[in-house]
């Protein structure tokens, strides 16, 4: 149980355009996903909490122009880079913890890799 | 603010060997959790330990367990019969309890190699 899927697994696309990633549950409902950045051999970067039915959190420093993020259910939430650029290339993971789970175990997805070109 | 601290940027440790990876952690908070996650080359997060900060006993899961410290605020990984396929990024990572809604604070990792 327990799962989270994120599609795409990876995705190359031309500066100036906007990429759209998801991020499921697949077997539980979770009213908060998290989003993080990875960078090569560093830690997660936490970006942006998104909440079912509300906006977005974004830590200090996140473009919320930049990285908007839609959580349309309590399976479904998106993060939409818009108007890319190479600096934007990174490892892109979710992650979500059952609704009124008191554990706090994240679960993560396999992440997206985006390059910019 | 919450912060982890993970010292050892990397370690190795030869196959069937016993490796501890260290972590110590600041808060004010007396509830909260602390994980253990692996990424291997992959890059799919996966969560190796769990442990509550009001039990005191150690958490074990298979050939893993931890040594918590809660006055030191220390919180090591130990793994025993070290296997090839425990060579990953481990992070260390807490949290306070908000049902699922309170965002992980993660350490800067520890590379793990295993040496045949």
């Known amino acids: 149980g327990a799962v989270v899927s994120q599609h795409p697994s990876r995705v190359i696309c031309k500066s100036g355009t906007s990429v759209k990633i998801e991020c499921r549950s697949l077997?539980?409902?979770?009213?908060?996903m998290f989003w993080y950045r990875q960078f090569p051999k560093q830690s997660l970067m936490l970006m942006a909490t998104?909440?079912?039915?509300?906006?977005?959190?974004?830590e200090q420093g996140v473009e919320k122009d930049k990285f908007l993020i839609n959580h349309a259910s309590l399976t479904l939430s998106t993060l939409t880079v818009t108007s890319a650029h190479p600096e934007d290339s990174s490892f892109y993971i979710c992650?979500?913890?059952?609704?009124?789970?008191?554990?706090?175990?994240?679960?993560f997805g396999p992440g997206t890799r985006l390059l910019v070109l | 603010a919450q912060t982890v601290t993970q010292s050892q940027p990397e370690m190795s440790v030869q196959e069937a060997e016993t490796v501890t990876l260290s972590c110590t952690y600041d808060t004010s908070e007396s509830d909260y959790y602390l994980f253990w996650y692996k990424q291997p080359p992959s890059r799919q997060m996966i969560l190796v330990i769990r442990?509550?900060?009001?039990?005191?006993q150690n958490a074990t899961e298979n050939r893993f367990s931890v040594n918590f410290q809660k006055a030191a605020k220390s919180f090591s990984l130990k793994i025993s019969d070290s296997q090839l396929g425990d060579a990953a990024m481990y992070f260390c990572?807490?949290?306070?309890?908000?049902?699922?809604?309170?965002?992980?604070?993660f350490g800067k990792g520890t590379k793990l190699t295993v040496n045949p």
């Open positions: 998104s909440n079912e039915g509300s906006k977005a959190t974004y």
């Open positions: 990572a807490y949290s306070r309890p908000q049902g699922g809604s309170e965002k992980l604070v």
């Open positions: 992650s979500a913890s059952p609704e009124f789970y008191w554990g706090e175990t994240q679960y």
């Open positions: 442990q509550e900060a009001y039990k005191q």
């Open positions: 077997d539980f409902q979770a009213t908060t």
